[in-house]
């Protein structure tokens, strides 16, 4: 009998998400996870200073312990050893991505599988157009979209808070590509990363679905409008969710119509597609027109963001904060590159252009505090 080979996995980005996921792997699969960090010193801290060790704490689970893994290898881009790399998980920060996956690219060709786990849209424009421009040389890559909640506790342990799930998909590298058979999503389940990710105990306890980019895509838009006024917006006047819920529903829908304008046209084919797949039993049933009706969608987002959610602080507001890059580009500034790439005006984008200004006056002006003093005081 020969031993069952252990599919070989390269995370990027060992951050709170890349932890999440990388524990979850450990506990339930046969996995060999390989980290990658962004240097030497970071690399060293993780060896020496951590023990090669990272964890999560459940908060949501009474009484259990911190989920803490050992790990044999963990490389960065000067200590590399060479060698295709098969899976590669990146849960870098979206603005991050180029960045952390360009010292690996020798080692990754078309065979090569790479799921992205980040908020935001974006970021496949970047690796298409500044990345994997050949075509024939393109990886096989896929999305996912997280909803759990983690934070950081210290060094490499964080906090899982919000248990919720993960909805995983392949990318389209093509706008003719951007919808799939329902067939070509099962065909997927032999690809091994996507194998792996779908495992029965680790997708039913990391809450993994997998199915069509259009399936996801609708989902995407939504978490994403969601992010586009929550984010921003707490971050500009600097407050906790919940205090804005009474004045915040004109600016809202001022942003969700907006973008919805762009969204429409850059991808026609999900808006159309109710109307084009209507009774096509290969191509799975979606509720477009529902899911983003904009007076609905702005009341979900005041109910989910400023309600249920009322003592959350967004990771955006905590950027600001914490005097970190924000992810706006990828957010209300995606919607001002698409609105440039399809040529459609200045005034298509004006006020998302307006609100990603502000989110950056936002982060500059709490740099120039941190620096030179707050002339409030
Ligand atoms: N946290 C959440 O609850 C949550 C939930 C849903 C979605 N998301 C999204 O998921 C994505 C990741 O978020 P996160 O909260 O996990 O961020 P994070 O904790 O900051 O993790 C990002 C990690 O990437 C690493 N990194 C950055 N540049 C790198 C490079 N060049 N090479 C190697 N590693 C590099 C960072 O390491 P350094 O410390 O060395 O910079 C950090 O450990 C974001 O798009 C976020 O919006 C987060």
Redesign the pocket.
């Known amino acids: 009998m020969t031993a069952a080979v252990r599919p070989v996995v390269h995370i ?7 932890t999440v996921l990388a524990v979850d792997l450990l506990r339930f699969t046969n996995v060999s996870l390989v980290p ?3 240097s030497q010193a ?1 690399l060293d801290y993780f060896r020496n200073d951590c023990k090669s060790t990272f964890g999560i704490r459940k908060l949501y689970e009474e009484n259990t312990p911190v989920y803490k893994y050992k790990i044999e290898n963990s490389e960065c881009p000067t200590t590399f050893p060479g060698g295709k790399i098969s899976n590669l998980i990146v ?4 603005y ?1 991505t180029k ?2 996956i360009s010292p690996y690219l020798p080692y990754i060709d078309s065979n090569t599988n790479i799921i992205l ?4 849209l974006g970021v496949l424009e970047v690796l298409r157009d500044d990345i994997f421009k050949n075509s024939s040389q393109r990886p096989h890559l896929f999305q996912g979209v ?7 506790d210290e060094g490499f342990i964080y906090n899982h808070a919000g248990w919720v799930g993960m909805k995983i998909a392949r990318l389209p590298w093509t706008d003719n590509e951007m919808i799939q058979t329902s067939q070509s999503v099962q065909n997927d389940e032999q690809n091994e990363l996507i194998g792996l990710l779908t495992q029965k105990i680790l997708a039913k306890e990391f809450g993994i679905e997998h199915m069509s980019y259009q399936e996801l895509l609708l989902g995407q838009l939504h978490k994403f409008l969601v992010n586009a006024c929550m984010n921003p917006v707490t971050a500009i006047v600097d407050c906790v969710n919940g205090e804005m819920i009474d004045d915040c529903p004109p600016v809202f829908k001022s942003i969700v119509d907006e973008c919805l304008d762009v969204l429409r046209v850059a991808y026609k084919p999900l808006f159309d597609y109710e109307e084009t797949y209507k009774g096509k039993t290969e191509y799975p049933s979606l509720s477009v027109n529902d899911t983003l009706e904009p007076k609905q969608l702005v009341k979900d987002i005041i109910r989910v963001g400023c309600d249920l959610n009322a003592k959350n602080s967004t ?1 955006m507001r905590q950027d600001t904060l914490y005097l970190r890059e924000t ?1 706006i580009n990828y957010i209300n500034g995606y919607i001002v590159q698409l609105a440039q790439t399809h040529n459609l005006g200045p005034n298509a984008c004006k006020v998302n252009k307006t609100i990603t200004e502000l989110v950056n006056l936002r982060s500059g002006l709490n740099k120039t505090r941190a620096e030179k003093g707050d002339w409030r005081k």
């Open positions: 990027v980005g060992l951050g709170a998400v890349g990658l960090f962004r970071k849960t870098t920060k979206t991050q960045e952390a786990i980040q908020n935001g997280i909803s759990h909640g983690i934070f950081q990771s992810e």
